[in-house]
T-cell receptor
Framework: DTGVSQDPRHKITKRGQNVTFRCDPI?????LYWYRQTLGQGPEFLTY????????KSRLLSDRFSAERPKGSFSTLEIQRTEQGDSAMYLC???????????FGPGTRLTVT | GQSLEQPSEVTAVEGAIVQINCTYQ??????LSWYQQHDGGAPTFLSY????GLEETGRFSSFLSRSDSYGYLLLQELQMKDSASYFC??????????FGTGTLLAVQP
């Protein structure tokens, strides 16, 4: 069990550019979650998948954000036309059945200049 | 709406016992989780309560009262390495977690 991995760990991009992040969950975990965290705040739910199905997406999430989980394994989160307000840590987590017990990856820190 | 309230900061001395409270307002509540996050690190799972009562895991215990929409995390025999942020998180009826704003625990020698 190698844990949840995320790539890249850091991303610096200019406003208006598109970025894509990848998350590899713990194998055999059927649920995968994406969160955003800013300094001094708790993780903010963005979206989650059960296997390959995207079951919920936060209403706070604009149409610039999209996520996929093809084949129910790894997932990607894409942000189009990035804005400075998108600067945050993007966390991925996975769970096996119990949503309350999630295992987080190290996160991708996004800086939009 | 959905919200969770925790104290923003707690300070305690090494070897002491500290309790971090959490009150929640969520629709379709399933259970309450606790996570620890060290500065610069990712959140790590500590405990989950689906039923009322106390769950004990080593030095950490977690309590839930559904009727009071209240829970707490109890840390015993505090060590310096316990200095971190602690988040309560409510599991909704749609199986997502809503996190509180976190409690920064400072353990002093």
């Amino acid at each position: 069990d190698t844990g949840v991995s995320q790539d890249p760990r850091h991303k610096i991009t200019k406003r208006g550019q598109n970025v894509t992040f990848r998350c590899d969950p713990i194998s055999e975990h059927n649920r995968l979650y994406w969160y955003r965290q800013t300094l001094g705040q708790g993780p903010e739910f963005l979206t989650y998948f059960q296997n390959e199905a995207q079951l919920e997406k936060s209403r706070l999430l604009s149409d610039r954000f999209s996520a996929e989980r093809p084949k129910g394994s790894f997932s990607t989160l894409e942000i189009q036309r990035t804005e400075q307000g998108d600067s945050a840590m993007y966390l991925c987590a996975s769970s096996k059945g119990l949503a309350g017990e999630q295992y987080f990856g190290p996160g991708t820190r996004l800086t939009v200049t | 709406g959905q919200s969770l309230e925790q104290p923003s900061e707690v300070t305690a001395v090494e070897g002491a016992i500290v309790q971090i409270n959490c009150t929640y307002q969520t629709s379709g509540f399933y259970g309450l989780s606790w996570y620890q996050q060290h500065d610069g690190g990712a959140p790590t799972f500590l405990s989950y309560n689906a039923l009322d009562g106390l769950e004990e895991t080593g030095r950490f215990s977690s309590f839930l009262s559904r009727s009071d929409s209240y829970g707490y995390l109890l840390l015993q025999e505090l060590q310096m390495k316990d200095s971190a942020s602690y988040f309560c998180a409510a599991e909704s009826a749609t199986n997502k977690l809503i996190f509180g704003t976190g409690t920064l625990l400072a353990v002093q020698p």
